[in-house]
Nanobody, 122 residues
Framework: QVPLVESGGGLVQAGGSLRLSCAASVVTFINYNMGWFRRAEGKEREFVAAISWRGVLLEYADSVAGRFTISRGNAKNTVFLQMNSLKPEDSAVYYC???????????????WGQGTQVTVSS
């Protein structure tokens, strides 16, 4: 069973918005830092955004800063990614991730979701 389950992906026009959700399915992530990565077709997986386990520290990739907002649910076992002003280059499979470390490279991630497709049309 996949430990993290994403939802909310889909097709949207450029300039539109989507909200991704990620929920823990079998493991509690209350004390984990959580974040989002994405992988566009033909490209490497890249970091998008992260939030500390207390929900205080936030980190964003330069490409999404000012457009995307990461947050945690009240139970701290869910994480959301509000994506505004979407661009065609944001099209990718978005993956939820959890880690007990403070670094955000793919090798540091201990739990992954299965991914959800986001497609932005021009």
């Amino acid at each position: 069973q996949v430990p993290l389950v994403e939802s909310g992906g889909g097709l949207v026009q450029a300039g539109g918005s989507l909200r991704l959700s990620c929920a823990a399915s079998v493991v509690t992530f209350i004390n984990y830092n959580m974040g989002w990565f994405r992988r566009a077709e033909g490209k490497e997986r890249e970091f998008v955004a992260a939030i500390s386990w207390r929900g205080v520290l936030l980190e964003y990739a330069d490409s999404v800063a000012g457009r995307f907002t990461i947050s945690r649910g009240n139970a701290k076992n869910t994480v959301f990614l509000q994506m505004n002003s979407l661009k065609p280059e944001d099209s990718a499979v978005y993956y939820c991730a959890a880690t007990s470390t403070t670094t955000w490279d793919p090798d540091s991630v201990q739990y992954w979701g299965q991914g959800t497709q986001v497609t932005v049309s021009s």
